[in-house]
């Protein structure tokens, strides 16, 4: 290039695709691409497309979106499009939304869920993270209002592809690019989104009645994939998982689910780095099972060239179920890319409790299949298990003290990894004694604590 500045940036990017080219030589590749991606500003609204977010995850007081994404925006609301053109979020912009920080969800199964702050300390020290998923649907929370009832959220979550209607088509001289985008994004009716989380919901196998809390890392935003069915025990306390007798699929459903999930999820993979597999007690399918299903979806859905960092992957086990794993499946786990997430569900090491709740294992047990995990947290470095114990105000009298002898006493001292997670047995009915009684576990656990609260996909 010779001595002379290039012309002015703006004079670059309007002229002909020859002076695109010169510009691309002209100025750093990120300066160049940024000015590509320029918001479309107008008296009505701001478009950015194809918006880069962050692209990892991680724990911030303030909203941090990862992914790349469109927003338009107005002087009353914002929404935030995927690469497929489908609504991902919705906010408020008016003195009657709650909290300038806090904003709507969409869900893969088409799910509105409110986030928000509630206090921020108070909500991180609880859950592990800072916005409180609200949900419209049943849950154990012991958090958070009644975002729902709210007039503004309601009519945000009911009207928003009415208000979306409007506001694009009172908008002129649109760049052909993001004019393309706003069509496709019409083209995603409520109806539209309804018949792709059906086709999900065929495709798994059923509703994700249940993620593991250790999902909360991605946000939630995985690609579920169903290598099992039903649990192991029918545990009579328990109202999220389903009648069906426990068995594995074969390699070549599992390889015909994810042909189909990579055609559902279409232009948007590049915004996933997390697997779920599926249903309640994949741990039992074997490592041989596991690990293919790993491998063949990390292929397939391109995990490797993700625009989010950090491959995860999450499952559900059982005492049982990890007790007969054997070390050859974490030897093989240790060697994939990325962290893996195994959650256990314990619920008690007292035989009364278990008795009560309906749990067909021993105590002994549970103990032996908390010493294992440990074991395998201490060895190795990209696999956590976690662990599920219930919470309620009408439990045996030695249900906590048990609990407190494993995540205490059998400690020697406070430890990163090996989260326990407490989940309240109630729906819907948040308690101050609960509360109260989670955060006395929290102080004197020497394990990573947390309330588990049930989100489904």
Known sequence: MNDQQPESVAALIAGPCSKIAEAATAFPITTFNTLMNAPFVDKICRITHEKQGSSSYSKQSFPLHCGIYTEIASTDYVFHFNLSGEIIRAQGKGKNWWHPHEWLKRTRGDDWVYYSTGGYTGVFEA??????PNFAYPSNSLLGGHPFAEKEIKNLEISWYQ?????????????????????????????????????????????????PPDARHVEYNLIPLTIATGCLHKCRFCKVKNSTPFGTKTSDEIVEQICRLKDLYADDLVNYNALFLGEHDALQAGADLICFSIQEAYKKFGFADSYIKAHKTFLFGSATSLLSTSEHLFKDLEKLPGMFYINIGLESADQDTLA???????????????????????????IEITANFIMDGDLPANHYPAIMELIRERQVHTKPKGSIYFSPLTFNQPSRTRLFEFNRLKILSRLPTFLYIIQRL
């Not at 859950?127 to 409180?132: A, D, K, Q, T, V």
């Open 127 to 132: 859950i592990g993270e800072y916005y409180l």
């Open 163 to 211: 208000t979306l209607t409007k506001l694009v088509g009172s908008i002129n001289n649109l760049p052909d690019p993001i004019r393309r985008f706003c069509a496709d994004t019409l083209t995603n009716t409520p109806a539209c989104l309804a018949e792709k989380a059906r086709r999900l919901r065929e495709i798994v196998g059923g509703r994700i009645s249940v993620l």
């Open 356 to 382: 009560k709740l309906g749990k067909p294992i021993s105590a002994e047990l549970v103990r032996e299949a908390f010493l294992r995990m440990q074991e395998i947290n201490n060895r190795y470095g990209n």
